[in-house]
């Protein structure tokens, strides 16, 4: 019984000291993100390039590599996602469907609505495409995260640096993953924990260059 009361303290201390008395900290993002500066995702085979801050979002220039697979098929759950291809053929995974979108042509993936965007061509596409700025400071962190060791992009070190993200990464697997309440709960209780064993919100060197 000590032993539940051990653990139910120190959850309840963390989350208290982490959610609420010291808070993680994002650095200003007009000063993090600046117009041609690139982030990049090995594991998903793309690039961004930004090219504008407004509204609070963030609009890039993404570079699709040829025949790379993107992200798992994923869900966001407060933002519609845009994509408008400038040039090749954008693959998407919508739903249980897959879409051919051509240069010059926009798709509008709603929130909630499971999606995968990927490249079955031999060349490059590139694809403009705007989301909160939230969302796009974790996935520039993400990025160089997961391709330093491919297992940080598998549980359970991909879960400590998503709780350090808290809500502000708005993306939930669909496939060969918890459901989002889960995943979710996940992310709140393990966020003290992650942080106590060194797992960070800003990572200087995961900077855009």
């Not at 993936?109 to 590139?126: A, C, G, M, Q, S």
């Amino acid at each position: 019984m000590w032993i539940l009361s051990i653990i139910v303290g120190y959850l309840l201390v963390g989350l208290i000291i982490h959610h609420w008395i010291l808070p993680t900290k994002t650095p200003d993002y007009s000063n993090y993100f600046k117009v041609g500066k690139s982030f990049h995702s090995k594991l998903e085979g793309l690039s961004q390039k930004v090219v504008k801050l407004e509204n609070g979002n963030l609009l890039t220039d993404i570079e699709i590599q040829p025949n790379s697979a993107g992200p798992v098929i994923h869900i966001h759950e407060n933002f519609d996602e845009n994509f408008i291809v400038k040039s090749g053929t954008l693959s998407m995974q919508y739903g249980s469907d897959i879409k051919k979108i051509e240069a010059g042509q926009t798709i509008t993936i709603p929130k909630n609505t499971p999606h995968r965007p990927f490249n079955e061509t031999d060349t490059i596409v590139v694809v403009t495409s705007e989301m909160p700025l939230g969302f796009a400071y974790c996935l520039s962190q993400i990025y160089p995260f997961w391709d330093e060791n491919e297992a940080n992009s598998k549980p359970p070190k991909i879960l400590f640096q998503l709780a350090v993200f808290g809500d502000k990464f708005d993306s939930y697997p669909t496939v060969d993953a918890p459901p989002k309440p889960v995943l979710k709960t996940l992310k709140f209780l393990l966020a003290p924990t992650a942080r106590l064993i060194g797992y960070k919100n800003y990572n200087e060197d995961y900077k855009p260059k």
